[in-house]
């Protein structure tokens, strides 16, 4: 079982601990990140979003020929402009040769796991056929990446896949597919994930206390989309929408008084709008955030110049407290002989008093297995406890208690790995120098 690892260093090194953690979230059935809309062969918006390349300046398509002629090999590319995905913004992204783009900044060979925008994630070959090409195109308010006659490479007789992804400057992605030889839904999975749709995740990092100077990362998939693939045929598209986030708000006053699909909080130490589930994650936590955005309020008020007030009303209120209790202790003396017991009522102080035989009884009617059963309670209710928190984190990963565990969780504790076959397949990122290959020339840098 082996699992990717960085250290302090950046490089990345394979190794048997559970370093790697993936959690997986439902898709968005609800539409809180992006709304969605089909369109049929027979509607004219399909023929719309379409972008045809070959209209497009040559200058600024790029035919990349290493993933034209690679498998299972990823690229970076450099954006001209600023891409909002779940609310923050992308100036580099990197495209696969399995028909998806991954958006996540460390790159690993789990590409196909989270953090993607995927118009149909399947096991694409381009290297097995000559007229197979990855194609992109940056025009400075939109990125078109377009998947050429692409072939399945554990079903090439099927015929090529021809589809592409346009990423819009105002947050718009839409997918436009040209030709789909077969039913989405029919492909083979077994190596590798068919996946129609977009995917984002954090990223936790932990100190490893038996491996001095190695983090732990946990990759935590907060928010899924997955469209329909029986809908994904010829000459169809998907656009989807992006919606309000937190992270757009600038100040405190907008945050908390936002009306969107989030509980907006503000953190007057980071200066930051969230709902504590984006990339910000990590300093949401480690600033101390959550505890902060519990008053809902926007009025900072300075800790120590409340200190006096507080010691003096304290100091007050003891010293009334006290006289109260003195007086009332000496005037019970007065009245009989037998010890009082007080038991303080809304302010007030009221005597009962207790006869010394009654003490004594009640001493002697304590047995000695009183405490044993009490322990033995006390376990059951905390071994009941423990089994409902793991049934509520189950089947709720993205609640408060289920992070707090995955966010401390010792390297010990067992994982979910992905193993090599198992559906995951290892993407290696190419060198971002130009290469020729058959033919194929990339004229510049991704």
């Known amino acids: 079982s082996e699992l990717l ?89 990197t495209v696969a040769t399995g028909g998806f783009i991954y958006t996540g900044d460390v790159v690993h060979r789990m590409l196909t796991a989270t953090q993607y925008i995927a118009p149909l994630m399947a096991n694409f070959d381009p290297s097995v056929s000559r007229n197979s090409t990855v194609i992109y195109f940056d025009n400075g308010t939109a990125l078109v990446v377009q998947w050429d006659h692409v072939h399945l490479q554990d079903n090439y007789n099927l015929g090529s896949f021809t589809f592409q992804a346009t990423l819009h400057s105002d947050g718009r992605i839409v997918f436009a597919y040209k030709e789909i030889p077969m039913e989405v839904a029919q492909i083979s999975s077994v190596n590798h994930p068919v996946k129609v749709g977009l995917s984002d995740a954090f990223v936790v990092v932990h100190r490893i206390q038996q491996i001095p100077n190695v983090r732990r990362r946990t990759i935590y998939e907060y928010h899924r989309v997955e469209l329909t693939k029986t809908k994904i045929t010829n000459s ?51 600033n101390s955030c959550p505890d902060e955005t519990k008053d809902k309020s926007c009025d900072i008020i300075s800790t120590t110049q409340l200190d006096p007030f507080i010691t003096t009303l304290v100091a007050k209120t003891t010293g009334q407290s006290r006289s109260r209790g003195e007086t009332t202790t000496a005037g019970a003396s007065s009245s009989t002989s037998r010890p009082p017991t007080s038991v303080p009522t809304e ?71 992905f193993r090599r076959g198992s559906g995951h397949p290892a993407y290696a990122e190419v060198e971002p120098v130009g290469q020729e290959k058959e033919g194929f020339i990339e004229s510049e840098q991704c």
Request: proline share 5%.
């Open 347 to 417: 302010g007030k102080t009221t005597n009962i008093s207790m006869p010394k035989e009654s003490a004594a009884e009640r001493k002697d009617t304590h047995p000695l297995h009183t405490g044993l059963i009490l322990g033995i309670l006390v376990v059951l209710l905390i071994m009941a406890a423990a089994a409902l928190v793991t049934v509520y984190i189950y089947h709720h990963p993205t609640s408060a208690a289920s992070l707090f565990f995955i966010e401390r969780r010792p390297s010990r504790w067992p994982a979910m790995k």
């Open 236 to 286: 169809t598209a998907v656009e989807m929408m992006p919606l309000p986030t937190c992270l757009q708000f600038t100040s405190c006053d907008s945050c908390i008084s936002s009306q969107i699909n989030f509980n907006c909080s503000w953190c007057h130490l980071l200066r930051r709008c969230s709902s504590g589930f984006d990339r910000h994650r990590q300093d949401w936590v480690d």
């Open 5 to 93: 690892q960085w250290d302090e260093t950046g490089t990345t090194n394979w190794c048997n601990q559970s370093v790697l953690l993936f959690c997986v979230q439902q898709e968005d059935t609800d539409h809180n990140y992006y709304t969605s809309k089909t369109y049929g062969p027979t509607d004219p918006m399909s023929k719309d979003l379409w972008v045809n390349v070959d209209q497009m300046d040559k200058d600024k398509v790029k035919i990349h020929g290493i993933l034209s002629n690679t498998h299972r090999q990823a690229a970076r590319v450099n954006l001209s402009f600023d891409f909002p995905f779940y609310g923050h913004f992308l100036r580099d992204l």
